[in-house]
Structures are given as structure tokens and as C-alpha cells.
């Protein structure tokens, strides 16, 4: 019988998938690359204990104009913080929206490369703010 390799714990956090694990896992490295991106991404800084600079701090840009300057310093945010947290991603491109339906909403699309050796996978995740 062929043993599976895991890679981590998959975010966010679900308890449902055939493993039978108390917490699911990531069953690819670009899998794993994609639940540490959303971790870092939703995770308010000075929250996790003894990291304190670990997460980023969108929650201050809720009540920030809907504007190109806003825009630009939640792709700084991003930048620094998947950088700095993601060891084996490579950022293309982030991507800053207003959702045309509603006026106050803001999604957020990560474009990245996962570096796995010498051969690079792409792979992107949007989130809503």
C-alpha cells in the first residue's frame, strides 16, 4: 500500500475530509503554499502569541475610502506580509478592486508562483474585505 504525504494543516481550519484527522491536511505543496497565503492574509496582527508581526492589519482599512491610495496600501500590507511569512511563494501580482454591486466592498486578488524545487507552479486566491 502506497503511503500518502501530507503537507500541514489545511486553512481554514475543517474537520471533514476522508483522512479521518481531527484537523484536515493539505494533500500538495501547492495546496499547503495556498492555507499558509489565507492564513497570513486573515490573521490581524499582534493575534497569534509570540509572533507578534505575524498576519497583516487589513482590519484598520474597513473604515478607509474606497480609493486608489487605500488600494495601494492594502497591496503594500499584502506584499510584506506573504513575503515576509511564505517562505517558498513568489508574488506576480496582487490585485486591488471595488466590487461594482456594492460600493463599500474591496476584493483583493493574490497572484503567486509556488517554488518547489526548480519547477514554479502559479496559482492565485481572491478574498473579500
Not at 54 to 69: A, E, M, V, W
Not at 89 to 111: A, G, P, S, Y
Amino acid at each position: 500500500m502506497a503511503k500518502r504525504q501530507f503537507f500541514g494543516i489545511k486553512y481554514p481550519f475543517t474537520s471533514e475530509g476522508s483522512q479521518h484527522f481531527y484537523l484536515d491536511a493539505n494533500e500538495s505543496m501547492r495546496d499547503k503554499v495556498r492555507s499558509e497565503v489565507l492564513h497570513v492574509v486573515f490573521t490581524p496582527k499582534g493575534q497569534r502569541v509570540r509572533m507578534p508581526e505575524f498576519g497583516t492589519d487589513l482590519i484598520k482599512h474597513i473604515f478607509t475610502p474606497n480609493d486608489d491610495t487605500s488600494w495601494e496600501a492594502i497591496r503594500t500590507e499584502v506584499s510584506e506580509s506573504v513575503s515576509r511569512w511564505v517562505p517558498n511563494v513568489k508574488l506576480n501580482n496582487i490585485q486591488v478592486v471595488k466590487n461594482d454591486n456594492d460600493e463599500h466592498e474591496v476584493f483583493v486578488r493574490i497572484d503567486y508562483g509556488v517554488l518547489d524545487g526548480n519547477k514554479v507552479t502559479n496559482d492565485s486566491v481572491a478574498v473579500q474585505i
